[in-house]
């Protein structure tokens, strides 16, 4: 058996910045899995986007599931110009963002993410990006704030047989 | 033992060694009531089945293994709908019922399930999965958080991926099942 689970790239930020993209994404595997892990520049809890393709239509939406250590919750938005992927606070938060068949261009794209800050909540989410088009980049942003030196992304290709 | 993304950045070069693509199941314009995998290797650690997955209205994906339609499944979930989290268990079941699927009225919109099979080729164990479940479609929708137990000590060498209530898996919906080496 062929292994796979193939490292695509990697960024770590030298500085803060309002965004990060991973571009010329290759559309040879299946799918798509992103491991995010940092923080932001505002000392409080914002919510992490991901934008496909750069397209800032109101093409995205998402449902979450999350608990805070006091309650469980769930929730979602619609007819929006960019998804939702994790809350982002504490160098402690960690994100699994899963891209399924991000290479067809049949369906409509659906991805999975799990978000984790130890100091402030569990969550795991469903996303919508309502176009058939390949996904060829991804781009991540906060809500009023930058993510912090030294967050890290690294995006992952897993081929199946 | 490593599990996908878990401790991906930790150490990836040991993942991409050792997550291996074992088979896929893709569903032709005619449908398919289940996705089924046979003569699994017990050379891994654990399983790993990624899906997108749409059927016919709303049948859920039940998991069976080595064909065993006993009353020998168990689960525990976790959900939200967009409103409110909810919890539930199944017990004595004939299958492990995982998330209702996207349906037609969600235009080319599918499912996502991501299910680890831990321990699998063990014969000293019962058999437990995890799952992490979803599909969204733009103002409904669902994402899971689910426990599965079948209640049986055999190696797991088919695992079953049925469509509830008699319905289909449409087309373009596709399983892919991989091994982790420990």
Not at chain 1, 88 to 112: E, R, W
Not at chain 1, 126 to 140: C, E, K, M, Q, Y
Not at chain 1, 147 to 155: D, E, F, K, W
Request: aromatic share 10%; glycine share 10%; proline share 2%.
């Amino acid at each position: 058996m062929a292994s796979t689970y193939t490292p695509i790239a990697t960024t770590t930020l030298g500085s803060a910045a309002a965004t990060i993209t991973l571009s010329s994404i290759p559309s040879t595997y299946t799918d798509l899995v992103m491991v995010f892990r940092g923080n932001n520049d505002a000392g409080a809890n914002r919510a992490g986007y991901i934008r496909f393709n750069s397209d800032s239509g109101t093409n995205y939406s998402y449902t979450l599931l999350q608990g805070d250590g006091s309650s469980a919750g769930s929730g979602r938005d619609s007819n929006i110009a960019q998804s939702f992927f994790a809350n982002v606070l504490g160098a402690d938060t960690v994100a699994i963002t899963q891209i399924m068949n991000y290479a067809n261009t049949t369906t409509n794209k659906t991805f999975l993410s799990r978000g984790n800050s130890a100091s402030t909540v569990t969550q795991a989410i469903v996303g919508l990006w309502r176009s058939t088009s390949a996904i060829n980049s991804i781009t991540l942003s906060l809500n009023a704030s930058n993510y912090a030196s030294g967050t890290n992304v690294t995006l992952y290709g897993v081929k199946s047989a | 033992m490593p599990i996908l993304g878990i401790i991906a950045s930790q150490n990836y070069p040991r993942i991409t060694n050792s997550y291996e693509s074992i088979a896929t199941v893709t569903v032709g314009s005619g449908g398919a009531s289940y996705a089924e995998f046979t003569s699994i290797s017990s050379t891994y650690q654990h399983l790993q089945v990624r899906a997108v997955v749409r059927s016919t209205s709303g049948g859920y994906a039940g998991v069976t293994f080595n064909s065993d339609t006993g009353n020998n499944y168990a689960s525990h979930e976790l959900y939200g709908n967009g409103s409110s989290a909810s919890a539930g268990a199944y017990t004595t079941r004939a299958d492990i019922p995982l998330m209702p699927s996207a349906t037609s009225s969600a235009a080319s919109t599918f499912t996502a399930l991501i299910i680890d099979v831990l321990d699998y080729a063990n014969t000293s164990k019962y058999k437990t999965l995890r799952s992490l479940e979803g599909w969204d479609a733009n103002g409904s929708g669902y994402v899971e958080l689910q426990s599965g137990l079948w209640q049986s000590t055999s190696a797991i060498s088919t695992l079953r991926i049925t469509c509830a209530y008699g319905q289909s898996w449409q087309q373009y919906s596709s399983f892919a099942l991989y091994g982790i080496k420990g």
